[in-house]
């Protein structure tokens, strides 16, 4: 019991005494969650409509591939783009391993799936009259398509939540493509990797209650956001 | 509108944190037992506020950390694996090879001893005794500088370690250490992580000592001419300030406790 309270106790005070280390972790994960998740957003919420609307062979083939993406292991994604952006990779003239835009980018390959599987199923679930109406009082597919995204923009909400949610708490990419180098790629999931290895359980655990406190904050931003 | 007026400007804000970035970076791959006891914490700011640089740790086990040299992925590393270091510089990956400092390896077990190895100086002749008798005996398993040194000493004890009593974990130093406590086992650890852990494993020394468990590092740069993109000037005052007089000072007067982790060779 005294572990727990051990915990709790350093949480609370990571917290309230904005712990310079704590707060840089706490930035680098907040930052390259946001920007992985926008970029997911931009590329997953098209894909789940589009698949949600249009009707073409293998469509049921490409909602099954993009089904079994979610289930993606971070580790996976971060030894292919570990691949991919080495010096000896393709793109490793760019020098992106072991820098944020390298977590970045393995963050969205994550999240776009869970993006585009959410706005899908908020798709088929919507009224399936809705896109003939419009059509029929004259708007084109363009306009059509953004009121459809109006109606269902719970769904697309719960989508970037979720993605979120979910490049957050990962730690595989984060720690293959950033490397948790200190005051730079560490995140909050890598650091608590690290005590944990270093054997300091209870200051890892307080950081995961910090991890969950940031979590707490977005979501209250999120649903601020969502009601207006 | 103003929603997505809000989201435009976070990510454009987002995007400008990211590239921001006036140093010059340094990467460095170094074992995992040298950055969680906290020497380089202390180590390396007076190099970095000299150079005005800053030098990206990146802490795996000493084989990784010889692959992303290899690879060209950072600019120099530092590790404890000698063949495998001296390997690395014939083949010519690297260059410039330089000993920085050492400490040891010990055989931890449980108190009782139950292979009553407790004492034995012969490092190899504990570990076929264990082996023998078939007590828990936990492996890094994860090609680590510990781990080559593990396969070497069972090597010198003419065993080939397999069986339900070898466990290998293909963890960090502190996870084996944590899980051999749990197994009631022994494992091989360098004495630096170890006395991290002091307080919480249940495990003491059994064996140390032995000359074979003598644990040099050696930091060696990045060859230039095979990969052109690394920082050579950089990397090379970095090799020039850890075996200077002031690094030399800083190692051997870095404590845990009251206890010193690692030596500087006279």
Redesign the interface.
């Known amino acids: 019991m005294g572990y727990l309270y051990d915990s709790l106790l350093a949480a609370i005070k990571l917290i309230v005494g904005f712990d310079k280390d704590v707060l840089i972790t706490v930035w680098t994960s907040l930052?390259?969650s946001?920007?992985a998740i926008?970029l997911a957003s931009l590329l997953g919420i098209p894909v789940g409509l589009w698949l949600g609307i249009s009707k073409f062979r293998g469509r049921r083939a490409l909602v099954t591939l993009l089904n079994t993406l979610m289930a993606l292991p971070t580790v996976v994604v971060g030894l292919l783009l570990f691949g991919v952006l080495?010096?000896?990779g393709p793109l490793?003239g760019w020098?992106l391993?072991?820098t944020?835009?390298a977590m970045?980018l393995g963050q969205m390959v994550l999240a776009t799936p869970i993006v585009a599987n959410y706005v899908h199923a908020a798709v088929i679930g919507a009224d399936r009259r809705i896109l003939p109406t419009l059509r029929s009082l004259g708007a084109t597919s363009w306009q059509a398509s953004l009121q459809l995204l109006r109606d269902i923009r719970f769904g697309v909400m719960a989508a970037v939540i979720a993605g979120f949610g979910r490049v957050i708490a990962e730690v595989g990419i984060a720690m293959m493509l950033g490397?948790?180098?200190?005051?730079?790629t560490r995140t909050m999931t890598t650091a608590i990797a690290?005590e944990?290895?270093?054997?300091e359980?209870a200051f890892g655990l307080s950081l995961g209650l910090v991890l969950m406190a940031v979590a707490l904050l977005v979501n209250l931003g999120l649903n601020f956001?969502q009601q207006? | 509108m103003?929603?997505s007026t809000?989201?435009m400007s976070?990510?454009i804000f987002?995007?400008f944190?990211?590239s921001a970035s006036a140093f010059d970076?340094l990467?460095l791959a170094t074992t995992?037992s040298t950055e969680?006891s906290g020497l380089l914490?202390i180590l390396l700011p007076p190099f970095e506020q000299h150079n005005n640089c800053?030098v990206?740790?990146?802490?795996v086990g000493t084989g990784k950390a010889i692959k992303l040299g290899e690879?060209?992925?950072?600019d120099v590393i530092l590790v404890h694996a000698r063949g495998k270091e001296d390997r690395f510089v014939a083949e010519g990956f690297g260059v410039d090879r330089r000993d920085i400092m050492y400490n040891d390896f010990v055989i931890i077990g449980p108190t009782d001893d139950p292979a009553g190895i407790k004492g034995q100086k012969d490092a190899a002749a504990a570990m076929a005794h264990i082996a023998a008798a078939g007590f828990t005996f936990v492996s890094r398993g994860d090609d680590s500088g510990t781990h080559t040194r593990e396969k070497e000493l069972w090597a010198a004890a003419g065993v080939a370690p397999a069986g339900n009593w070898y466990l290998e974990a293909g963890r960090?130093?502190?996870?084996v250490?944590?899980m051999a406590g749990e197994r009631q086992g022994y494992t091989l650890t360098d004495r630096g992580t170890y006395l991290?852990?002091k307080e919480?494993t249940p495990l003491r020394i059994a064996v140390q000592g032995d000359t074979r468990l003598y644990n040099p590092y050696g930091a060696i740069m990045v060859n230039p001419q095979r990969?052109p993109?690394v920082k050579a000037d950089l990397g090379r005052k970095l090799l020039d300030y850890l075996t200077s007089q002031s690094a030399r000072v800083l190692i051997s007067g870095f404590r845990h406790g009251s206890e010193q982790l690692f030596y500087v060779e006279d």
């Open positions: 930052y390259t946001t920007v926008l080495s010096r000896q490793g020098g391993l072991f944020p835009a970045i490397g948790n180098i200190r005051g730079t690290l944990t290895s270093k054997g359980f956001l207006r | 103003k929603r809000i989201l976070l990510l987002l995007l944190c990211s970076h990467r995992t969680n914490t800053k990206d740790v990146i802490a690879t060209g992925d950072v960090g130093m502190g996870e250490i944590v991290a852990f919480k990969h993109h």
